[in-house]
Each structure stands twice: as structure tokens, then as C-alpha cells.
């Protein structure tokens, strides 16, 4: 059962109080967060300090990149950093924890009813700054704020069950902190919030009206990137204008391969094979495999895709590469009963080996 | 310095530039100059192109010769095919000037191949930015004809270092398409480009004073643009904090590098093990500040790309075209370019003949380290 705590406090403020404790009582070695500086540029930092805690914009609209990449690269530390993440974030934490990138207890995790983030190309903070006032109303509306990624319009993840604290900002009408301390880790500093805990679950079902808005937009969405009648055709339209920058791999919180095969020697042909390809066929596109990468990536990483819609705001030929990864990673998790980073203990389908799994392709 | 050729052959321009070039070619593939010819032709989804390597050639009529928008350094391309082992078809390429002086770095650099390649030229009106076409694929097209048509040189929707480039005529390559105003003029700029010529039957004896006076003009209306937008961007990158500044809204997706024709390393530096540090690294960054960005780094990797690249930066713009966040990386790395090249007298791409000059050693370069070398005492050969 969840320990509850509500306080008369500003989320925001509230989180940095409790953070500036677990900071100056050793309990932490350090906070990662958006953090906002003073020429209202905001990115993702590490902050040690206690004075600069009050930088960290915890709930911004923001997304310069999937916070559960940045924590994949912590190698083992002795004492944790408490991260402040979006539920897709932290999704993509538990995937990296299953790939043995990181380790779960290195960090305390704290995520929340995400309204959705800004594109990235809304660069110039100022100009969310002035949406903000906007977008909080929606978000406490439970509507979906206009502008967003696209990928966060129909997103269904908004409840991360495995986060140690879960704060509930959406639909809530008010800005007070209400957190839910889900794990043993998170209870054990419960006196640093300083108030009146009791037993309560989160009760997604109070949701259920943005939920369903979110699920019409996935599914607009899906339909959008629909090849089931057009075939290759139809993902030759989708993919023909990618110029091969692989920003999509790079931002990705899953690809983590220092290397993606893609880039390696292994694709690296030799002209005789070029020629050979251009001779037969009459014409060869070049550089080669435009397309080929992105069904290797669809192969290699689809079924964790967390649905973060990184890739598809890098993505400078504006490609809907987050739709596609997204509706055939869970068409594809679907079959394997998965869903990408819920839970650190269900294991990555393609790593179990079952004697019986889909007999019907035998047949 | 690339020769000047003395005179040109007067092709038939009556369809426009874009379909009077496209029928040359065509009539150079049936005459068998080439076995193999790589072009830009429209994607399916009619938004955006791509670089073919043709063989049928039937299928030139798809083809745009001179298209909108440059997606792709060709230069990436041709690395592509003519990196690895040896060839049996001949192969020609259009290109633009720029996309041909980075063909020249990466051959200096052994990734590219150019012996059984004719590269072929034109003056460039520009390029439109790749995020404007692929918005309203009409407009561009619309707009760029009306660049070709209309010859204009000084288009407000050319991409940003398209409207400063200087090197927009005659690069390095082997024939070259010459715009005098409607009249179109092929000359040929090295032995290749003289047979190519001579076997299409044709004869140079057009003169290209006219022509030459008119890119003249234009080139130097274009060194003062150059001039003013360096000055700007120099104000604005200049000192540690306005780089930090100008770089502080990177993601760290390196789009910059992996579109750039001339980082070829299979793995960036800055994408390797050795840029990932362990965690007790990051945090005691992060506690003698206080705090630090992550990912790490982000600014260095933009200064080591400078320091790695920028002698050969041709200036194509492709880093700007693929920033999710706006960066003006390319009239940076532009500046930065012009600054560095300035120090070696080289200007990349512009000769197969020149050395990189990272590669190669004059003693007289030591100038002032020399004199530091002297004040110490020590006299020249003393340092053994």
C-alpha cells in the first residue's frame, strides 16, 4: 500500500524542500532535473549544490532529451540521485535497468501525471514561459493542451506503477502537493516531507477522462502511419525523405549500442556489391539502406519503445518516425503480453526462451 | 586555384536551364560517355529527393537535375559507392559547387574515389532550406524555378549560408554548366571534361568573358554579404560565455556532425566510451560547480568538431538544415571555417592539388612559436 502525503504547499516548492533535506542529510548524492537558468534557458543537470536546487523547474513542459537515457549512463554509486522524470522518462529507465545499463536502486525516482511537452523546436523557452499559465489550466481540465508532440497527445502512460514517488498533477485543480511514496525506499524518507501521511492508492480511474481523449489521439495517430493495404509502398512514402542523419537512434532512450549496427563496417558495401544492385535493379539510391535502418531499428528496439516522441521531434525531414515505432511496438509487445518499462521484473521478450510460443507460425 | 577555362561550347537552353541540361544528359548517356549517372530525383511521397544512381536510363525523365533543395551532400553519397574497391562502370555525377569542393576534402581525406568519375557542375542559385520544401513541396518547386528562370541571385529564401556562399560557380570539377543569363554554357575544366566533350562531338569556341564578368559581380556582392553576416555571427560566438550562449540550447543529438559531408569518422569521437565517464566523474563535476548539464559536455563536442573539421568545412549548411533546435551551426562553423583557413591559406575544396594542411609540414609555420623558441635561447636545430 502507498504511504499518501498531501500538503498546503506548492508542488514545485514543496519537492525542492523535501529535496534541499535528503540533500543536506546525505541521503542523496545529487538531484537530476530540468533545471532553469537565468537567461530562461532550461536543460536537464545534476545539481549538488543546495542553493541551486531552487534552479530546478520539476514539471516543465520540456523534453531536451529522455531524462531515462541520461540516467542509463550512471554507472554503479554508492549513494543515489533522486531524479524528477515524465512517466515515458522513467518507462525508459526500466528498460535500461533490464539491459543491465544501470541499476534501479542507484536512483530515487519521482514522476508524475505528465500533461505532455512542448516540441522541441518551441526552443525559445520564453515562448513556452508564455503558453504556461494556458497549459496548467488544461492540464487541471484533463485536455489535452494544444501544441503539444504529437506522440504526447495519445499518450496512456501517465500512471508509472514502479516509480518510488508519484505525484499527481493531472486533473488535479489545484497546485498543492499530493504524493504517493510507492516503494520501501520512498518511505523510509518519508519524515522529510513533514506531513500527515496515510495509506491511499492512486486512483487512476479519476483520470479517466483524459484517457480517453488521449486514446482517440492515438488513435488518429496510428492512422496517420497506417500500411496495412499500401505494404512497402506505403513505408517508402513515409521513410523515402530521411536523409540517413540516424538523429532518431541518437536521441532514442532505448538504441543505447554505442555503435548502432547501422553505422558499423557490416554496412559498409563494397562497390562490386553496389554495382552489382545498381545493375540488376537499373537504379540504386544512395547512401543505401534508407529504409533498412529503420526496420532494423523497428526489429531491435520497437517492442520497448516508451512512445517519448524524441526521435520524431529530431527528426529534420519531419518524419512521423515516433507514430510508426510507437503502433508497431505495441502491436509487437502486444503478442508477447508486454508493455515497455511498467515493471522492472518482466523480462524482455526477446531474451525468454519458450518452447511453446506462437504455434500457429508452424503451422 | 582551379584554371579558368578559356571558352565554352553554347548548348541549347530554348526548354529553360533544368530540362536543357537534363536533354544533354540524355543525349550523353545515348552517346555512351558514361555507364552510370547519379542525380536527384523527387521521392515518392513527393516531398523531398534523393540521390540515384541510374543505370536504366529510361529512367532520367524522373530525374531533377538541379534540384530545390539539398537533402543530401552528395559527397556522402559518392563516398558511398566509391569508397570500397574498385569499379566497372563510369560513372558521372551533377553536383553543386559545394557539394563538389566536399568530393575534393573527402578525396584528400581517402574516403571518396574520383578516378572513374566525371564530376559535373552548375552555378548554383541556392538551395531552399529542406524543412521549408518538405512543408509545401508546390511552393518550392514554384520558387525555385523562378530562381532558375529569372536568374536570381540574391533570393531572401535560399538557406542561410546560400545567401552569403561566394564559391557558387566553377569548383573543381570536370565540367562545368555556366549561367549567363538565359544562355547556358558548358565548359570543361580538366582532361576528363575534355574528352567528355570532345566524344559528346561538340566544340568550345564560345567566349566566357560575359559570363565571367557576370559571376564577378555577383561573387563579389556576395563577399560583402559574407563580410556583414560574419561580423554579426563573430559577435555573437566570440569569448566563452556568448559560445555557451549560442550553443546552450543543444540536445546533444549530433544531427550537426552525422549530416556533415566531411565528419566521416564511423564513430565521433564524442560518441565513443571514452565521452561516457563513470558516474564518479559526473558527480564530482557536478559538485565543484554545484551542478551540470547533461548530457555532458555538449559544448565541447561543438568546439572539438571545429577543431576536427572546421579546415575543410565547405560551408554546405547541411548541420543547420538538421537542427532540431535552430542552431546557427553552419554560418558558426562557417566563420569559425573561414578564420582557420584563413591561418593555413588553404580554402578547402578548392583543388585536388592542394594539401590538407594538417597534413603536411613547413617548418616556416613555426613563425611566432619560432621566435618563442629563440627568446628560450635556443637556436634553430638546437631543439635535437
Same mark, same amino acid.
Given at each position: 500500500?502507498?504511504k499518501y502525503i498531501k500538503l498546503?504547499t506548492?508542488r514545485s516548492e514543496a519537492i525542492k524542500s523535501f529535496l534541499k533535506e535528503l540533500l543536506e542529510n546525505d541521503k542523496i548524492s545529487s538531484v537530476?532535473s ?16 543546495v542553493?541551486?536546487l531552487?534552479?530546478i523547474?520539476p ?20 549513494k543515489p540521485i533522486a531524479a524528477i ?23 530515487i525516482v519521482i ?45 496512456? !502512460? ?6 518510488d514517488i508519484f505525484i ?9 502537493l499530493k504524493a504517493y511514496l510507492r516503494t520501501d525506499k520512498a518511505i523510509d524518507l518519508i519524515e522529510f516531507w513533514h506531513g500527515q501521511p ?95 535502418? !529503420?526496420?532494423?531499428?523497428?526489429? !531491435? ?15 529534420? %525531414? ?12 505495441? %502491436? ?32 | ?54 543505370? $536504366?536510363?529510361? =529512367? ?7 534540384? *530545390? ?38 578525396? &584528400? ?35 525555385? &524555378? ?19 556562399? $561566394?564559391?557558387?560557380?566553377? *569548383? ?35 567566349? =566566357? ?51 556533415? *559531408? ?13 565521452? &561516457? ?17 547533461? *548530457?555532458? $559536455?555538449? =559544448? ?17 549548411? =547541411? ?66
Amino acid at each position: 500500500m502507498s504511504k499518501y502525503i498531501k500538503l498546503n504547499t506548492d508542488r514545485s516548492e514543496a519537492i525542492k524542500s523535501f529535496l534541499k533535506e535528503l540533500l543536506e542529510n546525505d541521503k542523496i548524492s545529487s538531484v537530476l532535473s530540468l533545471r532553469k537558468h537565468k537567461n530562461g534557458k532550461v536543460d536537464y543537470g545534476l545539481t549538488s549544490s543546495v542553493d541551486l536546487l531552487d534552479n530546478i523547474e520539476p514539471f516543465y513542459p520540456y523534453m531536451p532529451a529522455n531524462a531515462g537515457q541520461l540516467m542509463g549512463r550512471f554507472t554503479p554509486m554508492e549513494k543515489p540521485i533522486a531524479a524528477i522524470v515524465k512517466p515515458c522518462e522513467f518507462r525508459a529507465f526500466v528498460e535500461m535497468v533490464k539491459r543491465e545499463q544501470v541499476k534501479r536502486e542507484n536512483f530515487i525516482v519521482i514522476s508524475y501525471s505528465c500533461g505532455g511537452v512542448y516540441p522541441l523546436k518551441i526552443n525559445a523557452t520564453q515562448e513556452i514561459d508564455e503558453k504556461l499559465a494556458d497549459y496548467q489550466q488544461q492540464v487541471a481540465d484533463q485536455e489535452i493542451p494544444a501544441g503539444i508532440r504529437s506522440s504526447c497527445t495519445g499518450c496512456e !502512460h501517465i500512471n508509472p506503477l514502479e516509480t518510488d514517488i508519484f505525484i499527481s498533477v493531472s486533473g488535479e485543480t489545484d497546485n498543492n502537493l499530493k504524493a504517493y511514496l510507492r516503494t520501501d525506499k520512498a518511505i523510509d524518507l518519508i519524515e522529510f516531507w513533514h506531513g500527515q501521511p496515510e495509506d491511499k492508492e492512486f486512483d487512476e480511474s479519476s483520470l479517466e477522462k483524459l484517457l480517453l481523449k488521449r486514446k482517440e489521439a492515438k488513435e488518429q495517430l496510428f492512422a496517420e502511419v497506417e500500411t496495412k493495404d499500401t505494404g512497402l509502398d506505403g513505408l517508402i512514402d513515409i521513410f523515402g525523405r530521411c536523409i540517413g542523419c540516424h538523429g532518431c537512434n541518437s536521441v532514442c532512450p532505448i538504441c543505447y549500442c554505442t555503435l548502432c549496427d547501422f553505422d558499423s563496417f557490416n554496412y559498409d558495401y563494397n562497390r562490386q556489391i553496389l554495382e552489382k544492385e545498381l545493375e540488376q535493379k537499373g537504379a540504386l539510391r544512395l547512401p543505401p539502406d534508407t529504409l533498412f535502418f !529503420h526496420l532494423g531499428r523497428l526489429s !531491435h528496439m520497437s517492442f520497448s519503445c516508451v512512445g517519448c516522441g524524441m526521435c520524431s521531434d529530431v527528426c529534420p %525531414a519531419n518524419i512521423p518516425v515516433a507514430s510508426v515505432f510507437k503502433k508497431i511496438g505495441e %502491436a509487437t509487445a502486444e503478442m508477447f503480453d508486454f508493455v515497455s518499462g511498467r515493471s522492472v521484473a518482466e523480462e524482455i521478450p526477446v531474451m525468454i526462451y519458450k518452447e511453446e510460443e506462437f504455434p500457429e507460425l508452424g503451422e | 586555384m582551379t584554371e579558368i577555362p578559356q571558352k565554352g561550347v553554347l548548348l541549347n537552353s530554348e526548354n529553360g536551364i533544368q530540362n536543357s541540361i537534363l536533354e544533354f544528359l540524355k543525349t550523353a548517356a545515348e552517346k555512351k560517355v558514361f555507364d552510370a549517372i547519379m542525380l536527384p530525383m523527387k521521392v515518392p511521397s513527393g516531398d523531398s529527393f534523393a540521390w540515384i544512381m541510374i543505370k $536504366d536510363m529510361a =529512367l532520367l525523365d524522373n530525374t531533377t537535375p538541379l534540384a *530545390p533543395i539539398m537533402p543530401v551532400n552528395a559527397a556522402k553519397a559518392v563516398k558511398r559507392f566509391t569508397r570500397k574497391g574498385e569499379g566497372r562502370n563510369k560513372v558521372a555525377i551533377l553536383i553543386r559547387p559545394c557539394e563538389v569542393r566536399a568530393c575534393v576534402e573527402l578525396s &584528400k581525406l581517402n574516403q571518396i574515389k574520383t578516378e572513374d568519375l566525371v564530376i559535373m557542375s552548375y552555378d548554383c542559385p541556392g538551395a531552399l532550406p529542406m524543412q521549408d520544401y518538405i512543408k509545401d513541396p508546390e511552393w518550392g518547386d514554384s520558387e525555385f &524555378k523562378k530562381l532558375l528562370s529569372d536568374n536570381i541571385w540574391n533570393s531572401d529564401i535560399v538557406k542561410p549560408v546560400c545567401k552569403f556562399c $561566394d564559391k557558387f560557380s566553377l *569548383p573543381a570539377s570536370d565540367l562545368h554548366f555556366g549561367r549567363e543569363n538565359d544562355r547556358l554554357l558548358l565548359m570543361a575544366n580538366s582532361e576528363k571534361g575534355i574528352d567528355f566533350i570532345s566524344e559528346m562531338k561538340l566544340e568550345a569556341n564560345e567566349e =566566357l568573358d560575359n559570363w565571367k564578368k557576370g559571376i564577378g559581380e555577383i561573387t563579389s556582392k556576395r563577399i560583402s554579404i559574407k563580410k556583414e553576416t560574419f561580423s554579426v555571427i563573430k559577435n555573437k560566438v566570440e569569448g566563452l560565455d556568448n559560445l555557451l550562449n549560442t550553443f546552450s540550447e543543444c540536445i546533444g543529438c549530433h544531427n550537426c556532425q552525422s549530416a556533415c *559531408p566531411i565528419c566521416y569518422c564511423r564513430q565521433c569521437y564524442f560518441d565513443s566510451v571514452v565521452s &561516457k565517464p563513470n558516474s564518479d566523474i559526473v558527480l564530482m563535476r557536478a559538485k565543484q560547480r554545484g551542478g551540470v548539464s547533461l *548530457p555532458l $559536455d555538449k =559544448l565541447m563536442f561543438h568546439t572539438g568538431r571545429m577543431a576536427h573539421m572546421s579546415l575543410s568545412c565547405i560551408s554546405c549548411g =547541411l548541420c543547420s538544415d538538421a537542427c532540431p533546435v535552430n542552431i546557427p551551426v553552419a554560418k558558426i562553423f562557417s566563420y569559425v571555417a573561414s578564420e582557420t583557413q584563413k591561418t593555413f591559406e588553404y580554402t578547402a575544396g578548392e583543388s585536388f592539388g592542394d594539401a590538407l594542411p594538417m597534413k603536411e609540414y613547413k617548418p616556416e609555420e613555426l613563425g611566432e612559436l619560432g621566435d618563442l623558441v629563440n627568446s628560450a635561447g635556443i637556436q634553430e636545430g638546437d631543439h635535437e
